[in-house]
């Protein structure tokens, strides 16, 4: 009697001791998203700030998390009840909408990337290579213009056509820094590019100024940097679409419109002071966007592995009403992080 109250006892300790083991890694864990959510706030400050729909992949991503909660809850009440079909059927499906939620979100960072937005190395506005500034090129009898991310000849849309001509002349360009034998092919035809202003000549398959003189490392750097941006479709913002429509750029908590190329904030167009900030803004918020969630997809991908060994666990009876605490942890700590990924979704949501 004496021994198995010790077993009793000994079992009450040990799964006293392994959830309090637990807790205090969800509370490190909690802290440390604490930690970037603040850093998030304080960095918006006075920064220029880019703000972006959320990627549909991270909705699918959240209704599979959330219905994965609940079939882990069936899986438990499965078990205590004794009911190994039950517990095998509703672990198992527990674990494939785990994949499915690593999947949705690996969709969302595509779709991120597809809007132009990157985790590391973004500006919010393109400045080295900016069109405009140096370059400019003349299509047939008309100037290629951009307004926000879209081309205009002609002040019309550039067609389908038009783009597909227009970056295969670009990309002639893209190892113009690094070439000293670079031979300029098809120019003329309907493209010419302009500097300062004035159009460039080919001379012996090379690009000349109006003096004769070839263009210096600085004209070759800047025509490669415009020709990245051709290349990739990009106008005035790294973020693809419509400025206003796909994403907003927002400053002290303000929405800022763009009007001729120029940003305004309450209605007055930026300064000079400000204007050269916003250039030299690095694109923090999505930065702190990426970091964040994809550390939650790391817990949970790790988490997953433990799921694995549940699942193979339960398969092979390891399991019964007695014996399941395990599982129990488990479920704790993947409801855990279906909460830590709702308050990521609503805090970015409302946020970002």
């Known amino acids: ?34 930690g970037f959510s603040s850093a998030y706030i304080v960095s918006m400050g006075d920064s220029f700030w880019l703000k972006i729909p959320f990627p549909s992949g991270f909705w699918v991503s959240t209704a599979l998390i959330a219905i994965s909660s609940l ?10 009840k004794n009911n190994q079909g039950g517990l095998k059927l509703w672990i198992a499906i527990t674990l494939i909408l785990g994949f499915g939620f690593v999947y949705f979100q690996f ?22 290579g900016r069109y405009g500034d140096y370059y400019e090129i003349k299509v047939g009898d008309s100037f290629l ?22 970056k295969k002349f670009a990309e002639q360009f893209l190892n113009l820094h690094e070439k000293n034998d670079f031979v300029v092919k098809n120019y003329g035809s309907p493209f010419v590019l302009y500097l300062d202003q004035t159009p ?15 263009l210096n490392y600085t004209d070759r750097v800047r025509l490669r940097d415009l020709a990245i941006h051709l290349r990739d479709g990009r106008g005035d913002f790294y973020a693809r679409g419509e400025f206003g429509k796909d994403f907003n750029i927002f400053y002290k908590g303000e929405a800022l419109e763009y009007k001729n190329r120029e940003l305004y904030w309450q209605g007055t167009k930026l300064d000079k002071y400000l204007q050269l900030k916003a250039t030299e803004t690095a694109d923090t918020a999505s930065s702190f966007l990426f970091i964040m969630t994809i550390l939650h997809l790391l817990h949970l ?43 990521l979704l609503l805090f970015l949501l409302f946020i970002h």
């Not at 809850?73 to 078990?79: K, N, P, R, T």
Request: aromatic share 12%.
């Open 301 to 343: 991908m790790g988490t997953l592995f433990y799921q694995i060994k549940m699942t193979i666990g339960s398969f092979s009876g390891k399991f019964n009403s007695e014996n399941h605490l395990s599982l129990r942890l488990g479920a704790i700590f993947w409801h855990f992080l279906g909460l830590l990924w709702l308050y």
């Open 200 to 214: 460039l000549s080919v001379n012996e398959g090379h690009l000349m100024k109006k003096n004769g003189a070839p």
């Open 145 to 166: 213009e951009i307004d926000g991310n879209s081309y205009l000849i002609g002040g019309k849309p550039a067609t389908k056509t038009q783009m597909e001509n227009l």
């Open 1 to 34: 009697m004496k021994k198995e109250y010790s077993d009793e006892l000994s079992i009450e300790v040990r799964e006293k001791m392994k959830k309090n083991l637990l807790y205090i890694a969800m509370f490190s864990i909690v802290m440390l998203f604490a």
């Open 71 to 80: 079939t882990y809850i069936l899986a438990i009440c499965a078990i205590k």
């Open 107 to 128: 969709k969302g960072y595509g779709q991120l990337f597809g809007q132009g937005i990157h985790a590391v190395n973004n500006h919010i506005l393109v400045t080295d």
